[in-house]
């Protein structure tokens, strides 16, 4: 079966015989049996040889133009009798009207199908309606991706959370839930005073620490006058006289 591309080139060519005034321009789709040779034979005349060459040229530039597509070998053009452009899927025949009556082309290829340019297009269309269902077929299944709407909960599932149930059910009814959260905003609110409370005592430790080592030196200081005066007054009593004072270290 032809290609999509191959079809445009042939409407291509087609329209570039139509342009140049090519008198009689049929299209032969040839026998599955003749595909090695080419898939389409286009086949045109003209009264000239001028406007053999001149239709000849319009094709080549067209074909050049819109697809890049060059003639594997060009017969003919010098005589411009019979000009034969080979594009391997299409062979082109651009003849005098003496010269096709002569050869007959037509006559030997009695199994090609004739068809017109309306019939190319719709071959056409078939063709790209079926490469688009060969596409979508090789193609693997996409994925479903799960919607945000379609994640969450259904607003009955929601209400039925905190439904107490029965009686006779071992689980917690839905009072005692709110209870439990209750106290624990209020444990999480009496942790914040407890620890204002402690930052205001530690100061007072602070200060008692730094006043206990001025009462230590006073106290001192007062001992001291104490031990020189009972070592400058007379010892009498069970020492006696003549008794050395004791040394104070």
């Given at each position: 079966?032809?290609?999509?591309?191959?079809?445009?080139?042939?409407?291509?060519?087609?329209?570039?015989?139509?342009?140049?005034?090519?008198?009689?321009?049929?299209?032969?789709?040839l026998d599955p049996a003749d595909s090695g040779l080419?898939?389409?034979?286009?086949?045109?005349?003209?009264?000239?040889?001028?406007?053999?060459?001149?239709?000849?040229?319009?094709?080549?530039?067209?074909?050049?133009?819109?697809?890049?597509?060059?003639?594997?070998?060009?017969?003919?053009?010098?005589?411009?009798?019979?000009?034969?452009?080979?594009?391997?899927?299409?062979?082109?025949?651009?003849?005098?009207?003496?010269?096709?009556?002569?050869?007959?082309?037509?006559?030997?290829?009695?199994?090609?199908?004739?068809?017109?340019?309306?019939?190319?297009?719709?071959?056409?269309?078939?063709?790209?309606?079926?490469?688009?269902?060969?596409?979508?077929?090789?193609?693997?299944?996409?994925?479903?991706?799960?919607?945000?709407?379609?994640?969450?909960?259904?607003?009955?599932?929601?209400?039925?959370?905190?439904?107490?149930?029965?009686?006779?059910?071992?689980?917690?009814?839905?009072?005692?839930?709110?209870?439990?959260?209750?106290?624990?905003?209020?444990?999480?609110?009496?942790?914040?005073?407890?620890?204002?409370?402690?930052?205001?005592?530690?100061?007072?430790?602070?200060?008692?620490?730094?006043?206990?080592?001025?009462?230590?030196?006073?106290?001192?200081?007062?001992?001291?006058?104490?031990?020189?005066?009972?070592?400058?007054?007379?010892?009498?009593?069970?020492?006696?006289?003549?008794?050395?004072?004791?040394?104070?270290?």
């Open positions: 079966m032809p290609t999509p591309e191959t079809l445009r080139q042939l409407l291509v060519a087609y329209e570039a015989c139509e342009s140049k005034k090519g008198e009689d321009t049929r299209i032969l789709s080419a898939d389409f034979f286009l086949i045109t005349s003209a009264t000239n040889d001028r406007q053999v060459v001149a239709i000849a040229d319009e094709i080549e530039f067209r074909l050049k133009q819109d697809f890049g597509l060059y003639a594997t070998s060009v017969e003919g053009r010098r005589q411009g009798e019979w000009i034969l452009l080979d594009y391997v899927d299409i062979v082109i025949h651009v003849f005098l009207q003496e010269k096709r009556a002569f050869y007959d082309i037509e006559r030997l290829r009695k199994s090609a199908r004739n068809l017109t340019g309306a019939d190319v297009e719709q071959e056409l269309q078939h063709a790209l309606a079926e490469k688009t269902r060969a596409v979508r077929k090789s193609a693997p299944a996409a994925k479903k991706v799960p919607t945000k709407a379609s994640s969450r909960k259904s607003p009955s599932t929601q209400i039925a959370k905190p439904i107490a149930k029965s009686k006779g059910d071992s689980t917690m009814p839905a009072k005692p839930a709110k209870k439990a959260a209750a106290k624990k905003t209020a444990a999480k609110a009496a942790k914040p005073a407890v620890k204002k409370a402690a930052v205001k005592t530690a100061p007072a430790k602070k200060a008692a620490v730094k006043k206990a080592p001025v009462k230590k030196a006073a106290a001192k200081k007062a001992v001291v006058p104490a031990i020189e005066a009972t070592a400058s007054a007379p010892r009498q009593g069970i020492m006696g006289r003549g008794a050395k004072p004791p040394v104070v270290k």
